[in-house]
T-cell receptor, first 115, second 114 residues
Framework: GESVGLHLPTLSVQEGDNSIINCAYS??????FIWYKQESGKGPQFIID?????DKRQGQRVTVLLNKTVKHLSLQIAATQPGDSAVYFC??????????????FGTGTRLLVSP | ETGVTQTPRHLVMGMTNKKSLKCEQH?????MYWYKQSAKKPLELMFV???????ENNSVPSRFSPECPNSSHLFLHLHTLQPEDSALYLC?????????????FGSGTQLSVL
C-alpha cells in the first residue's frame, strides 16, 4: 500500500551532535527515495536522494541509508547546526497506471537544535 | 529562492467566495503539481500536469479546479470551500514525471476558510 511513516515526530539535539531521522516505507516496489527539509514559512526543499540499487549515499554533512530488507530509510546529519532546525520528510516514488511516478510523503519529523 | 513563486502567500475566504491561487515557475520545467499540506498529515498530492495535460487527479473534490494554460503557470480555482479545506497549498514543478524527478516547491499559500 501507499504508506510512508516516520518513527519520531520530534527530535531534539544539541548543536554539534549528529542527528538521525528515521523513516519506514511499506512498498517493496519503490525504486527511488528522497529526503526533503521544510523550514517555517517555506516549501519543502530537496536534500538528498537514493535509488533502490544503493544502500548509502553521502552529501555535504548528510548521509542517507537504505535498508531494503526491513524497508527502512534514515537521514544522518553530521555536526548539526541551528540552521538545520526544520521538519524533515522522507518520500518514496510509486508508479501509477498512467506511467506517472507518484511521490508519497511521510508525516515528517521536527528537528530542534539547541545551542 | 526555488524558482517557483506562489501568490498570494495568505488567503482568507468565506465558504461562498470564489478565489484563485497562482503558481509560476522559472525553471523551464514541463510538469507542475498542486499539493495540500494539513497539520500533522502527510503532503497530499492533488493534481499533476505534464506539458499542460492533466496526468493525475487524486480524487479531489470538484470545488477545487486546476488550470494549466502553459508549462510555466498553474492555477487552482476555489469555490464553495469548507472549513476543513483550510491548509497550506503548495505548488511544485519538475523537469518531467519519470523516475528520479526532483520536485521544486514554492513557499505555499496559507488558506483559511471561514
Amino acid at each position: 500500500g501507499e504508506s510512508v511513516g516516520l518513527h519520531l515526530p520530534t527530535l531534539s539535539v544539541q548543536e554539534g551532535d549528529n542527528s538521525i531521522i528515521n523513516c519506514a516505507y511499506s512498498n517493496s516496489a519503490s525504486d527511488y527515495f528522497i529526503w526533503y527539509k521544510q523550514e517555517s514559512g517555506k516549501g519543502p526543499q530537496f536534500i538528498i536522494d537514493i535509488r533502490s540499487n544503493m544502500d548509502k549515499r553521502q552529501g555535504q554533512r548528510v548521509t542517507v541509508l537504505l535498508n531494503k530488507t526491513v524497508k527502512h530509510l534514515s537521514l544522518q546529519i553530521a555536526a548539526t547546526q541551528p540552521g538545520d532546525s526544520a521538519v524533515y520528510f522522507c518520500a518514496e516514488t510509486l508508479p501509477t497506471d498512467t506511467g506517472f511516478q507518484k511521490l508519497v510523503f511521510g508525516t515528517g519529523t521536527r528537528l530542534l537544535v539547541s545551542p | 529562492e526555488t524558482g517557483v513563486t506562489q501568490t498570494p502567500r495568505h488567503l482568507v475566504m468565506g465558504m461562498t467566495n470564489k478565489k484563485s491561487l497562482k503558481c509560476e515557475q522559472h525553471l523551464g520545467h514541463n510538469a507542475m503539481y498542486w499539493y495540500k499540506q494539513s497539520a500533522k498529515k502527510p503532503l497530499e498530492l492533488m493534481f499533476v500536469y505534464s506539458l499542460e495535460e492533466r496526468v493525475e487527479n487524486n480524487s479531489v473534490p470538484s470545488r477545487f479546479s486546476p488550470e494549466c494554460p502553459n508549462s510555466s503557470h498553474l492555477f487552482l480555482h476555489l469555490h464553495t470551500l469548507q472549513p476543513e479545506d483550510s491548509a497550506l497549498y503548495l505548488c511544485a514543478s519538475s523537469l518531467g514525471t519519470g523516475l528520479n524527478e526532483k520536485l521544486f516547491f514554492g513557499s505555499g499559500t496559507q488558506l483559511s476558510v471561514l
